[in-house]
């Protein structure tokens, strides 16, 4: 199926049981920012470019999301 970055997200967070702190804290996401990107107000390939830019940076430091 063609999941959105988002869908693919909540997913992900459903199947691992993880809360919204709980992912935006370890990927050092604002929370509000966060929240609009699962309302779908933020365009999702600036997001996606973020998050992977923090976790990359997050797995350089041995934290992994």
Do not use: G, H, W
């Not at 920012?33 to 041995?62: G, H, P, Q, W, Y």
């Amino acid at each position: 199926t063609n999941l959105t970055f988002v869908e693919k997200l909540i997913q992900y967070m459903d199947e691992k049981k993880l809360d919204n702190p709980e992912v935006y804290k370890k990927a050092n996401v604002d929370r509000r920012l966060f929240s609009k990107m699962l309302s779908n107000l933020v365009n999702a390939k600036t997001l996606s470019v973020t998050l992977n830019t923090r976790r990359t940076a997050m797995i350089e430091d041995k934290i992994i999301f």
